[in-house]
């Protein structure tokens, strides 16, 4: 079955870079069929859809994060990651790595990976 | 602040029927993009509950249905279980179906 599995530091100093990788299993994401993509949720709030990546190499971004956000993947270890330069504490959340399928549904996600933005 | 608008809170007694919105506008929603749901437990994430503004996945019961008209949807959930007390999230996307947009959620209560 499907799994995905975040990993990453959880804490991270503000100015400086997150970065969290999410390992997939029982599915490649060199699948033509789904895009791989990153959600966050602050605790008590809503969830907030990060950025998406396909395997033909398309990315596309949350605009309101775009011009800190960049997301890969490295298909030798069915793995895509996350990178968010600049942090601040409103970047404190818990994140989601996830597979987007048909029409765009988030069909499976991870657990979840605290990160918190704090000096 | 989100695109989608919905309730913050909803709550009802066990056996009633309660209904969250979800208000889009003309670029997402209103575009004829679909509206998807999802119910999040306390300390868990999210499932799939609706997809394509009516249809459930396997394993959903029939109580919860969705529906989507012009500019907005809507989850309704008939005889409430205090198992349903949750999160309740829409999702849609943007009518070139290039971002993923997420209401607030609606927390639900039941009395």
């Known amino acids: 079955q499907v799994q995905l599995q975040e990993s990453g530091p959880g804490l991270v100093k503000p100015s400086q870079t997150l970065s969290l990788t999410c390992t997939v299993s029982?599915?490649?994401?060199?699948?033509?069929?789904?895009?791989w993509s990153w959600i966050r949720q602050p605790a008590g709030k809503g969830l907030e859809w990060v950025g998406r990546?396909?395997?033909?190499?398309?990315?596309d971004y949350n605009p309101s994060l775009k011009s800190r956000v960049t997301l890969s993947l490295d298909t030798s270890k069915n793995q895509f990651s996350l990178r968010l330069n600049s942090v601040t504490a409103a970047d404190t959340a818990l994140y989601y790595c996830?597979?987007?399928?048909?029409?765009?549904?988030?069909?499976?996600w991870g657990q979840g990976s605290l990160v918190t933005v704090s000096s | 602040q989100s695109v989608m608008t919905q309730p913050p809170s909803v709550s009802g007694a066990p056996g009633q029927t309660v209904t969250i919105s979800c208000i889009g506008n003309?670029?997402?929603?209103?575009?004829?993009?679909?509206v998807h749901w999802y119910q999040q437990l306390p300390g868990a994430a999210p499932r799939l509950l609706i997809y394509?503004?009516?249809d459930r996945p396997s394993g959903v019961p029939d109580r919860f249905s969705g529906s989507r008209s012009g500019t907005s949807a809507s989850l309704a959930i008939t005889g409430l279980q205090t198992e349903d007390e949750a999160d309740y999230h829409c999702?849609?996307?943007?009518?070139?179906?290039?971002?993923?947009?997420f209401g607030g959620g609606t927390r639900l209560t039941v009395l």
């Open positions: 394509a503004n009516t």
């Open positions: 999702q849609s996307y943007d009518s070139t179906m290039t971002h993923v947009l």
């Open positions: 996830v597979r987007l399928g048909k029409l765009l549904t988030v069909d499976f």
């Open positions: 029982g599915v490649s994401i060199s699948s033509k069929t789904y895009y």
């Open positions: 003309t670029s997402n929603i209103g575009a004829g993009s679909d």
């Open positions: 990546i396909h395997s033909s190499g398309r990315r």
